[in-house]
Structure formats: structure tokens, C-alpha cells
């Protein structure tokens, strides 16, 4: 900035982005209001020294106490650019002091801002120094490659793209699209320190993206712990709001629904060979004994040919676990509480499924549970379009989301419990180029489906299905060597 331009640098509103009306609806910048260095200097003493590019000799330097100018010189020198000085935050308002958390917590702010900006600028060097420690130098690079710069913060060791416990994933939908770097191993915790979201170059917070994140990778971040990802959101600007906070960390998307989906897909579809990265994870970070998991590969069946009471003893001593057992082709045992059941796969998930459509085609009412995030299945949208209404009729409103795939908006009250699970997925199947609009023939296109014992259940799961149909066997030693034998 040159000399006669400094001051207007720290008066409110005159650095602002906003020309028109109309531009509040299209932004791009980060800040466009021309508040943020108004309001520092106006709490704090602050000092700048500014030399313009095109004329070294018409720099400047100003002193700010409280919001009151003390000094204006000039100043040149032989290279421009801009420095800025700020100490003693709050030094003429005592009062805001109470609000100021601990050193550690601020500090901890802070260094979670400064990384956003090291991530977001990889064609901009970085030196940044805490306390006593070291300065940490980050050069600029060439490109502008935000993914080396997110290693070079938080990669471990020689860890480059590509690495097997890095995942890259790419999404787009429409004018949507995101790119992200999820590493695949983990931290105790629940701190977001190492998570970054950015949405057209603005760092943001939003729980529901955090969410959509955390749900894609659920099958490789074990409860309990934190992963660490950096996601990058392309959206037109007039598609977001970032005017509804005044740190400008949260915006609104006008299809949230659909990007949040669009996440949750994408990153899924990434993981699918789940248990060799789980596997990779477990052998570096040793947390596979301190962690029941439902992925973890127990051979329950080792056990069967002691009898049941050695079923019930194995879950006392694994609770969280689900002992399920394939027989055959069809048939699936489950350990529950004190009882070992017994079920054909298919007959138990027909009946169930036609009982609760039957209810509600008789009541006519639907209680609808609206997801935060969308559930997306493996169907195309157009396959769907034959049974729209009666799925609509249940409660299931879906969007088309992906070439291959769905989601779920909105779910009745008795599916939502499966959300999360393969059966929601057979469930839609289904409906796939059928006409439905009766129970009897919901009914008839549900048995002609291929489901065989593949399917696992939960414990929670087990117990509402088996409030609604009769098709559990419970059985005794006696009968368990028999039905192995046969199966």
C-alpha cells in the first residue's frame, strides 16, 4: 500500500468488497464487509509497515493504540510488501479478557487458523514460530497443490501421495464438485485440531459435512477416535450463503442434501476394500485389542462345536460384538442376550418388511423422520420412477445423486433404524423397474428377489425385526449340531 493509502486500510468499511447490492449474493472473497483490521486495531496496539510493488519509494508506516492513530511516516526500501504487528489484545476493553479461554485452548485456535491458511496457499511461504519452539518453515511450491502442502503439515514420516494409508477421493454433481485427502490413520480423541473444510477457498466448520465425511470412512475410523482429512468444496457462489456469521465460518448451501451425498458416496465408494486399510491400521497403530469393532473377523464358528452355552458365554465376554453365524445359503444364526436364534435370511426380511407396509397402507398415517444426511443406494434414480408414489405413499422421499446411485431424503419411522445398513439397500432394490402400488405386490416383486444369508444384522436391529415377526427359532444344544450338520 503506499503511504496515503495506509490509513484507510484500518477505517471500517473502506476496504470492502461491495460494490453493489446484487454482489452479497455472489461473493468470493473471504471477508467483504472491510471490518476485520478496523476492528483489531480498535482493541489492541498495532503497527503496519506497507511498500507498494510499483513504487518502493512511497511506502509507509502507521501506529494504531485503541483505534487511535499515534504516528504516519513514510517509509521505503528496497523490496515491498506488508508487515503487520498486533500485541496487547484487549488491553483497553479489561472486560472481553473474561470471555478469553485458556493459553492452551487459544493457542490451540490459533494454530488450527494458521494451518488452514499454510494448507489453503501452497504457492505462499510460511514461517511460523510457538513459544520456544523451533520455526517452522513452509516453502512455497511451484503448483498450486494444496494436497503436498496438507502432507507437508500433517504427513508422517516419508508419507507422499499415493501412500496406502492415504485416501484420495474426487466427487461431482451438476456445478458441485470436492476433492479430499483422508488419512487413514487415527488419533484418541474427538478434537477436530487436524480436520479442514474449505468451500471455495474459505475455511468453514459445518458439522453436517464433518458428518458426511466421518460416515463415509465409518467403516475404516474405529469409534472413539479422530481421522484426520482435508476436503476442498467447488460450488457456484450464488449456490452458498456465507453471510449468516460474523466470523464467516459457516455458510448455507442451497442443495446440501445433495452434496452432502454426493461426500458420503464418494468416499464409501473409495473404501470399499475396507478390511485391508483397517488391517494397514492396525498394524501401526496397535489399537485392534483395545477396540471392539463389528469389521473385526472373529471365528465365531470355532465355537459351535461346543453347543450354545458356549455362544452365550462368547457374548458375556464380547458384548459389542454381533456372533452371527452363516449356515448354508439361507439360514443365519444370532446370539442375542441368553438365546441362540435361528432364521431363514429371506422369509424373515419379506415377512417383516410386509408387515409394516401392510400396517401402514391400512392406517394411512406416516410418520416421516427427515435425514441429515442423506443415505445413498446402489440404484439408479430412473430405475425407481415406476413406484415413486407408493414410495412416497411410505414416508421415502429419494433424489437422484451419481450416475449409478440414489438417496434417501426421508425415511418412516420403522425403516430408519436400518439407515446405515445393506438391508436399507435391498430394501430399494426391490422397487427396481417394478410397478408396485399394493402390499400384495410389493409382496410378490419382494420374493422374487435373490437375498441369501449374507446379510448381517446388529443386535438392535435383531431386536426390532423380532417384534414384528414370529420367523426366530430359538434353539437348544440338541438342535445346534443337527442344523450345521444339515446345512
Known amino acids: ?3 496515503n493509502e495506509l490509513p484507510y486500510a484500518f477505517c471500517r468499511h473502506a476496504t470492502s468488497k461491495i460494490k453493489k ?9 473471504f471477508g467483504f464487509r ?15 509497515h506497507s511498500i507498494p510493488k510499483d513504487k518502493l519509494s512511497d511506502g509507509g508506516k502507521i501506529e494504531i493504540h485503541g483505534g487511535r492513530e499515534l504516528t504516519h511516516v513514510r517509509c521505503g ?4 510488501g506488508t508487515t503487520i504487528f498486533i500485541k496487547d489484545i484487549f488491553f483497553n476493553t479489561p472486560v472481553r479478557m473474561k470471555f478469553v479461554k485458556s493459553k492452551g485452548s487459544e493457542k490451540n485456535s490459533l494454530v488450527k487458523l494458521i494451518n488452514s491458511f499454510v494448507i489453503n496457499n501452497p504457492t505462499i511461504s510460511f514461517s511460523v514460530k510457538w513459544d520456544d519452539k523451533d520455526r517452522l518453515i513452509y516453502k512455497a511450491l511451484e503448483i498450486n497443490d494444496y494436497r503436498e502442502r496438507f502432507l ?28 479430499a485427502e483422508v488419512m487413514v490413520d487415527v488419533s484418541k480423541g474427538s478434537g477436530n485440531a487436524t480436520q479442514f473444510i474449505f468451500v471455495n477457498g474459505r475455511y468453514v466448520e459445518d458439522k453436517q459435512i464433518h458428518h458426511a465425511v466421518t460416515k463415509g470412512m465409518e467403516n475404516v475410523w474405529p469409534a472413539g477416535f479422530r481421522g484426520t482429512y482435508c476436503l476442498m468444496i467447488t460450488v457456484p457462489p450464488s449456490q452458498i450463503d456465507v453471510n449468516i456469521h460474523p466470523r464467516k465460518t459457516e455458510v448455507k448451501f442451497k442443495d446440501g442434501q445433495i452434496l452432502y451425498s454426493l461426500i458420503v458416496s464418494s468416499i464409501s465408494k473409495v473404501v470399499v476394500d475396507k478390511q485391508k486399510i483397517r488391517d494397514d491400521v492396525v498394524s501401526k497403530s496397535g489399537v485392534n485389542q483395545s477396540i471392539p469393532d463389528y469389521d473385526e473377523q472373529v471365528d465365531w464358528g470355532s465355537l459351535l462345536g461346543a453347543g450354545t452355552n458356549d455362544l452365550i458365554q462368547a457374548k458375556e465376554i464380547h458384548p459389542r460384538h454381533e456372533i452371527s453365524v452363516e449356515i448354508g445359503k439361507r439360514y443365519r444364526l444370532h446370539v442375542i442376550d441368553d438365546e441362540v436364534l435361528v432364521y431363514d435370511v429371506k422369509e424373515m426380511l419379506i415377512d417383516f418388511l410386509c408387515t409394516l407396509v401392510g400396517r401402514h397402507e391400512a392406517s394411512g398415517e406416516c410418520q416421516v423422520v427427515p ?15 415406476k413406484s415413486l408414489i407408493f414410495l412416497e405413499r411410505l414416508g421415502i422421499e429419494v433424489f437422484a445423486v451419481l450416475e449409478e446411485k440414489t438417496a434417501i431424503k426421508t425415511l418412516p419411522v420403522w425403516l430408519e433404524p436400518f439407515r446405515n445398513h445393506v438391508f436399507l439397500n435391498v430394501f430399494i432394490e426391490i422397487f427396481i423397474d417394478k410397478k408396485i402400488d399394493s402390499v400384495n405386490e410389493f409382496y410378490s416383486a419382494a420374493c422374487s428377489m435373490k437375498i441369501d444369508s449374507s446379510i448381517v444384522f446388529t443386535d438392535y436391529q435383531i431386536k426390532k425385526i423380532r417384534t414384528e ?19
Open 1 to 3: 500500500m503506499a503511504f
Open 21 to 29: 447490492f446484487e454482489d452479497i449474493y455472489n461473493l468470493s472473497s
Open 34 to 48: 472491510g471490518e476485520a483490521l478496523a476492528s483489531i486495531a480498535s482493541i489492541s496496539r498495532m503497527s503496519c
Open 77 to 80: 526500501g528496497t523490496d515491498h
Open 152 to 179: 507437508r503439515v500433517f504427513g508422517k514420516g516419508k508419507m507422499s501421495l499415493g501412500n496406502s494409508t492415504l485416501v484420495h477421493v474426487v466427487g461431482e454433481y451438476g456445478d458441485s464438485r470436492f476433492s
Open 371 to 385: 435425514l441429515l444426511v442423506a443415505s445413498v443406494v446402489n440404484v439408479k434414480y430412473e430405475d425407481l420412477r
Open 469 to 487: 415377526t414370529k420367523l426366530f427359532k430359538v434353539i437348544d444344544e440338541s438342535s445346534l449340531a443337527t442344523i450345521f450338520k444339515d446345512s
